[in-house]
């Protein structure tokens, strides 16, 4: 799996071009409030975007980059505890972010796996 959203929950800034920022501080779900979590989300969803243009341009060093980032921001949505007590209006928006990266996701698993096919064919013209 290219992203992993095994949890569901989020604080941080987003970045287009993946770039690693400040670790985020520690705290207790309890504590963390529904827009610092979304606004993980939403960089998430920038990473996921800068993916798949990375993606479409082929720089697969690029997605590697941007991926490394979207991970550690995946972690700090885990961080943040769940999102059930969250109101319904932070809930919806947070699920309407996720199905924007999952579209993402989808459209960059199509590029990678057929960057592989490609590769596999180059291989077996080789053997």
Request: with cysteine; aromatic share 4%.
């Amino acid at each position: 799996m290219l992203l992993d959203f095994t949890a569901q929950t989020g604080p941080d800034h987003h970045n287009h071009s993946g770039a690693t920022g400040a670790n985020p501080p520690s705290v207790q779900p309890e504590d963390v409030q529904p827009e610092d979590v979304l606004e993980v989300y939403e960089a998430i969803e920038a990473c996921s975007a800068g993916m798949l243009l990375a993606a479409q341009s082929e720089d697969w060093t690029a997605v590697a980059r941007i991926k490394t980032r979207c991970d550690a921001l995946i972690e700090s949505a885990r961080a943040a505890g769940p999102t059930g007590h969250w109101p319904r209006e932070w809930r919806n928006a947070r699920l309407r972010v996720l199905g924007r990266v999952l579209r993402n996701e989808a459209q960059l698993r199509r590029l990678a796996f057929a960057q592989a096919r490609q590769t596999d064919a180059l291989l077996a013209g080789m053997a």
